[in-house]
């Protein structure tokens, strides 16, 4: 299995549910310029051949800036186009037949507030978990906040690669960066904002304050 462990960390980029193609693919091209390296493409809809075809070439764009590209749900998807992984939710395939059929993709699990579904994921292969939500979603609006004592337990334990997901913003934004992940996953806050720039490196440049 290929070791991405050093390179899953810092901002993870989850792109928006409905977007223009030439603004998206200007998005991350921007992201990648301001040091943003992980990306997932999530697309919940029927994947056309032009949608095949143009997350084909995100992924391009990602690979030559030296970045990873995650496919949301699919894993054969993200073999067939060249995806270094995939994120499973908690309705989609195990981790454990994901990895016994795909060696060599990245594969991420959603645990929501459990670590007991994130110790499972990791010893079945999984390479980085995520738990959320941090604070309420505007892009998944049913999610539901990490109670205090949870994250807590989160916060405290030990794994190789941890992300936290869900209504991160500018303004809660410190708050999450002096907890202990690897990765803050952001979506609306990136993609939606007025400025991808000022807001990709805000990001990046706050990932590790002192």
Request: with cysteine; charged share 25%.
């Amino acid at each position: 299995m290929i070791d991405f462990k050093d390179k899953l960390k810092g901002i993870y980029a989850i792109t928006p549910p409905k977007f223009d193609e030439t603004k998206l693919l200007n998005d991350i091209n921007i992201c990648l310029g301001c040091g943003v390296k992980i990306f997932q493409i999530r697309y919940k809809e029927e994947i056309t051949k032009e949608l095949k075809n143009f997350f084909s070439s995100l992924i391009k764009l990602i690979k030559e800036k030296d970045g990873i590209s995650i496919i949301n749900d699919f894993p054969h998807l993200a073999h067939d186009i060249g995806a270094d992984g995939v994120h499973l939710g908690k309705a989609d395939l195990s981790v454990q037949f994901v990895r016994s059929k795909y060696k060599n993709l990245i594969i991420g699990k959603t645990c929501k507030s459990s670590t007991e579904e994130a110790k499972k994921a990791i010893n079945e292969g999984a390479n980085y978990v995520s738990f959320g939500a941090f604070s309420n979603s505007l892009t998944k609006k049913e999610a539901i906040p990490i109670e205090k004592s949870n994250l807590d337990l989160i916060n405290k334990f030990n794994a190789s690669n941890k992300a936290i997901i869900g209504g991160i913003s500018k303004e809660n934004f410190h708050r999450v960066a002096e907890l202990n992940f690897d990765m803050i996953a952001l979506s609306n806050a990136i993609f939606n904002s007025q400025d991808t720039a000022k807001s990709a490196s805000f990001f990046v440049n706050n990932f590790n304050f002192e």
